[in-house]
């Protein structure tokens, strides 16, 4: 069975330029979560998604980062424009089951550099 | 309400035990346990529920005392294998089927020969 899929894995843009990752979740998974992770930091929640709504972007700086998940499948994520504090790993990961307490499956996450 | 977790980092050697605390200030409704290795994704190891419900793998051994907030996992008889930085997440309600986790800074675990 495939994981979660993301993409780039790697990314480095200057200051001001838009960015955009996506991520493809295990196939069946209703769930969907945007991570953001700094450095010696635990994942933080940005936005959830239970199949195409978004049920929870309170973490989401809403000014310059937006999200999408079109068919309630593969998601993209997007910041315009990017600032020297978005450098970070952002993680999306993906559970079975809403209605109860599930493991989480995450991707091996995207590094943004900002420059 | 990020949880709080102890030791920030621990040094074993092969075979040696250890112990990992996470803790929080407010009421819990789940604890879930997670590893990192570096460069690498989070991957699960255990979910704690209240009400003493336990989801994970059969190798990994956890508490929570839900009247104090507090899990613990325990990793006996280390192995090289168990290096990693261990996070918990916790979660103070189902929101309405899927929980939302909040994350500790982690504990860095390093096993050597």
């Known amino acids: 069975e495939a994981g979660v899929v993301q993409s780039p894995r790697y990314k480095i843009i200057e200051k001001k330029q838009p960015v955009a990752f996506w991520c493809n979740p295990i196939s069946g998974h209703n769930t969907l979560y945007w991570y953001l992770q700094n450095l010696g930091q635990g994942p933080e929640l940005l936005i959830r998604?239970?199949?195409?709504?978004?049920?929870?972007d309170s973490q989401l700086p809403k000014d310059r980062f937006s999200a999408e998940r079109l068919k309630g499948v593969d998601s993209t994520l997007k910041i315009q424009p990017a600032e020297l504090g978005d450098s970070a790993v952002y993680l999306c990961?993906?559970?079975?089951?809403?209605?109860?307490?599930?493991?989480?499956?995450f991707g091996p996450g995207t590094r943004l550099t900002v420059l | 309400q990020q949880p709080v977790q102890s030791p920030q980092a621990v040094i074993l050697r092969e075979g040696e035990d250890a112990v990992i605390n996470c803790s929080s200030s407010?009421?819990?409704?789940?604890v879930h346990w997670y590893r990192q290795k570096h460069g690498e994704a989070p991957v699960f190891l255990m979910i704690l529920l209240k009400g003493g419900e336990q989801k994970g793998h059969e190798k990994i051994s956890a508490s929570f005392n839900e009247k104090k907030q507090q899990s613990s996992l325990y990793l006996t008889a280390s192995q090289l294998s168990y290096s990693g930085t261990y996070f918990c997440?916790?979660?103070?309600?189902?929101?309405?089927?899927?929980?939302?986790?909040?994350f500790g800074k982690g504990t860095k675990l390093t096993v050597n020969p």
């Open positions: 407010k009421a819990l409704y789940s």
């Open positions: 997440g916790t979660a103070q309600s189902p929101q309405g089927g899927s929980e939302k986790l909040v």
């Open positions: 998604y239970e199949n195409e709504e978004a049920v929870d």
């Open positions: 990961a993906s559970s079975l089951d809403p209605a109860s307490a599930e493991e989480q499956f």
